[in-house]
């Protein structure tokens, strides 16, 4: 199951990218989007969001 990512709380700062180990993670239109397909819900984003803007 991959995570969620609320876009309203979202500010796009890029942080989850940074340590997401797979990749799965990108920015379209200014905020953080989650590639299902490749998400192994290690939960590394959740905890670097600064806004918890992420959950599983």
């Not at 989850?16 to 290690?42: R, Y």
């Amino acid at each position: 199951m991959a995570v969620k990512i609320d876009k309203e709380t979202c500010i796009g700062c890029g942080a989850c990218i940074d340590v997401c180990p797979v990749s799965a993670l990108k920015l379209v239109n200014d905020k953080a989007e989650c590639d299902e397909s490749l998400c192994i819900d290690c939960g590394a984003c959740i905890d670097t969001c600064p806004v918890q803007a992420i959950s599983q």
